[in-house]
């Protein structure tokens, strides 16, 4: 009976597959494989996702997460983390599966887990949201770029198209400079126009650059990272974005480095993520990587801006020469 349960429940609150496809979506499409590689990345999303929702409890569906290819492994632990934030927020108590998952082979993907959490964000009502606010003081900003990219990804003709910007309320993030709150919106946003794009770097520079100036060094860094991490551009196409992106080729560079960290940190490094890097920060994953760990605040205070930005900033100045030496 508690497994039939179980499968209701995962069928009642997990997107279909079809939700991962262009032609549900209406996103572009450079060429087959690009389109097949981030629909697999949506599909794998899902999967994740779904696993935890049909567990007894979510520890059950660590051994499947392992078992999954490891290219797409990283997004089907972003799916899991929102599938725990959700039952988290349902449950109306501490129950903290986030937390746990984190605790467990989760924090090999800390970067993927916060972002996961960021999309529960986006589909529980506003009461419920203070619920599943990650508590890492750092990367708990990585909630509101998933939050960001769920919306682009989801709602693309307001936030892409329209470039709607949120009234962002308090308790997006447990505490902090709430006018940040809007830069990693837009960072999720940015990472989202990778896929609207179909990994297509022309099409991408051109929906970045209709967006007001202000907003396209966190847009700008969101490709970065999603062109790294996702991958689905050659060498021509990754150096045409890097010209592309002009003077916005540093956060290009941090945002492919946060890319490379998340890889790097899960063991799940591919031949596209070191051809990312060298042709977006001018080095190999592992010393994006030690960039990121190097740089990074401790203790981490918030002061006139986040330490997260502090950090992005470090990083951005630091591959800066890197970066701008590939033209």
């Not at 129950?95 to 529980?124: C, F, K, N, P, T």
């Not at 847009?219 to 002009?246: F, Q």
Request: charged share 25%.
């Amino acid at each position: 009976m508690a497994g039939t349960l179980r499968a209701l429940r995962r069928r009642l609150l997990t997107p279909d597959l079809s939700e991962a496809r262009f032609a549900t979506r209406g996103f572009h499409e450079k060429d087959p494989a690009a389109r097949e590689l981030l629909e697999t990345i949506g599909e794998m999303f899902l999967t994740g996702y779904g696993y935890v929702m049909e567990a007894a409890d979510p520890a059950d569906a660590d051994q499947r997460l392992e078992a999954l290819p490891r290219r797409f492994r990283g997004f089907a632990y972003e799916g899991a983390a929102m599938a725990c934030a959700m039952l988290d927020a349902l449950s109306f108590g501490r129950r903290a599966r986030v937390a746990a998952l984190l605790d467990r082979r989760g924090r090999e993907h800390s970067y993927m887990i916060h972002v996961g959490a960021g999309w529960a964000m986006a589909r529980l009502p506003a009461f419920r949201r203070s619920a599943i606010v990650p508590r890492d003081p750092l990367l708990r900003w990585l909630a509101l770029d998933g939050y960001g990219f769920h919306q682009a990804y989801f709602h693309t003709a307001r936030y892409v198209h329209e470039r709607y910007q949120d009234a962002v309320p308090p308790w997006t993030t447990g505490g902090g400079p709430q006018a940040y709150a809007a830069r990693a919106i837009d960072q999720g946003i940015g990472r989202a126009v990778w896929f609207v794009g179909g990994a297509d770097p022309a099409r991408v520079a051109d929906l970045v650059d209709g967006f007001p100036a202000e907003r396209r060094a966190d847009l700008y860094s969101g490709v970065g990272l999603a062109a790294t991490y996702a991958g689905g551009a050659d060498d021509r196409e990754l150096k045409d974005l890097a010209e592309r992106a002009a003077r916005y080729r540093p956060q290009v560079a941090q945002g492919s480095a946060f890319g490379a960290t998340a890889r790097v940190e899960a063991g799940l490094v591919v031949a596209e993520t070191g051809r990312a890097t060298r042709l977006l920060c001018g080095s190999d994953p592992e010393t994006a990587a030690a960039v990121c760990a190097r740089t990074r605040p401790v203790p981490v205070v918030d002061h006139g801006q986040p330490a997260y930005e502090t950090w992005r900033t470090r990083i951005a100045a630091e591959l800066a020469g890197g970066a701008l030496g590939l033209a």
